[in-house]
């Protein structure tokens, strides 16, 4: 029995932060819901105080960008008011990573009614061209062999996009031999188009359903098609290339994928180093990626029983730490790295003192839980960076402990794992510049902030 060759089909939700709000809106697709006015996320900068972080279709349409701070978005307030809004009605929001992170992680999820591997995208530590912030903003499907059960490819896409606009999701679709080739194309096929479509949604011009119609937004690239004639017209940015390799490249007047092919492999690595020569080859020349997946089975996890019950948070770090050490060693093994950790602390308080106190929250306070969730901005299976972030939350929220208030058991979970990339650094390393040249681990620390 022949292997069928590997198909992969890639899922771009433009301005996810925005379109995880609005879905709720943009999902009641019997009739036309009111105009959504101009619409500000903002997030807190440790230099230069509240930034946008993104906007809605309508607040870009007035100029307002992504990076810019509260003070300039303010100034285009007339702005609003003449072209978007009938009330002058601007709402400001402010922006939860963490939440983004825990919203496509769950629809990556329900992707697996469709097909037997989905993820999220996995991404670099430098920010990519053509993207405003460093979250994942597209989701991978394995939809190899699985073409004859929905009549074709077209057709099981077809039956995604459908899914999706019910939902309340405006996604882009592309299909294609790799990782690299998939994500190219719902992220560039029709990525010129999408301010529009958004606005005409937002502004109740159009339901999603009548944009399906106009435009069903998926676009196929055949097995036996050759790459360099499809991505001929593609821009660079479609790689997967950081701003600075980008700039670079634009320098040298090569903007779109086609010029590429004349250039002599040697002079690009000795330009741009390994990276731009691995992302032609998994977009152009059909090398595979690994999708990032929940790990397949039961979730890591295990419990710790307390007795007597922790009453100080020095004692109950060091039970935690004893866990997740234990956890990122089974992690190793398994060549995997986590996505998310769950912590849940039961608390319990003591008997001695419940049948003393009259007061009946003493009682209830019998079997409670303090939970902790921690989001991965990229995987890691390094348990001082995992009991560095832990550490963060307990000591912005701890469970108020005392001698008559105690934890009784800890459980640490892993739910979602992929395998390892890279390693990161240290994050308690003595050598700050070190830490300063993790990105990965101060967005970690920035998006738990944010909670």
């Excluded at 996810?16 to 019997?30: H, K, M, N, T, V």
């Excluded at 983004?100 to 629809?107: S, T, Y």
């Excluded at 977009?283 to 922790?310: F, K, M, N, Q």
């Amino acid at each position: 029995m022949t292997k069928s060759p590997q198909r992969v089909l890639s899922i771009w939700l433009p301005n996810w932060p925005w379109q995880r709000l609005a879905a709720e809106i943009w999902q009641r697709a019997e009739d036309l819901v009111k105009p959504i006015p101009p619409t500000i996320l903002v997030h807190q900068d440790p230099r230069r105080g509240r930034l946008v972080a993104t906007a809605n279709a309508s607040a870009r349409h007035a100029g307002i960008l992504p990076g810019m701070t509260v003070t300039q978005a303010k100034s285009f307030g007339t702005k609003f008011i003449d072209a978007n809004s009938q009330q002058g009605e601007v709402r400001w929001i402010d922006h939860d990573p963490q939440e983004d992170i825990e919203a496509i992680f769950d629809l990556a999820e329900q992707l697996l009614q469709f097909c037997p591997l989905a993820g999220v995208e996995s991404l670099d530590k430098s920010m990519w061209a053509g993207r405003s912030l460093p979250q994942p903003q597209a989701l991978f499907m394995d939809i190899t062999g699985l073409a004859s059960w929905y009549g074709s490819e077209q057709g099981l896409a077809d039956q995604l996009q459908q899914w999706l606009t019910q939902q309340g999701f405006l996604a882009c679709l592309g299909i294609g031999n790799t990782v690299g080739q998939a994500w190219a194309i719902s992220n560039y096929a029709f990525r010129k188009q999408i301010p529009e479509w958004m606005l005409r949604v937002e502004k109740a011009e159009q339901r999603l359903v009548d944009l399906l119609a106009i435009s069903p937004r998926i676009s196929i690239l055949d097995s036996d098609t050759n790459p360099w004639d499809f991505f001929r017209e593609y821009p660079i940015e479609a790689l997967r290339l950081d701003i600075e390799a980008v700039a670079k490249l634009h320098r040298l007047g090569i903007r779109k994928l086609g010029p590429l092919k004349e250039l002599p492999r040697s002079s690009l690595t000795s330009r741009f180093g390994p990276i731009l020569l691995t992302r032609i080859d998994q977009c152009l020349t059909g090398i595979s990626e690994t999708i990032s997946v929940r790990s397949i089975g039961e979730p890591l996890e295990t419990t710790i029983d307390c007795e007597p019950p922790i009453a100080n948070q020095e004692h109950l770090e060091q039970v935690i730490e004893d866990a997740i050490c234990q956890l990122c060693k089974r992690l190793e093994s398994l060549g995997h790295a986590a996505w998310r950790v769950l912590i849940r602390l039961g608390l319990e308080t003591s008997s001695m003192q419940l049948d003393s106190a009259p007061s009946p929250s003493l009682h209830h306070s019998r079997g409670r839980a303090h939970i902790i969730q921690i989001g991965l901005y990229q995987t890691s299976d390094d348990p001082k960076h995992l009991l560095g972030l832990t550490k963060s939350v307990l000591d912005r929220n701890p469970p108020q402990l005392s001698r008559n208030l105690g934890v009784k058991s800890v459980l640490v979970q892993i739910p979602w794992t992929a395998p390892t990339r890279w390693k990161q650094q240290n994050l308690r390393s003595e050598d700050h510049t070190s830490e300063l040249q993790s990105p990965c681990n101060l967005v970690c620390r920035l998006l738990l902030e944010k909670k």
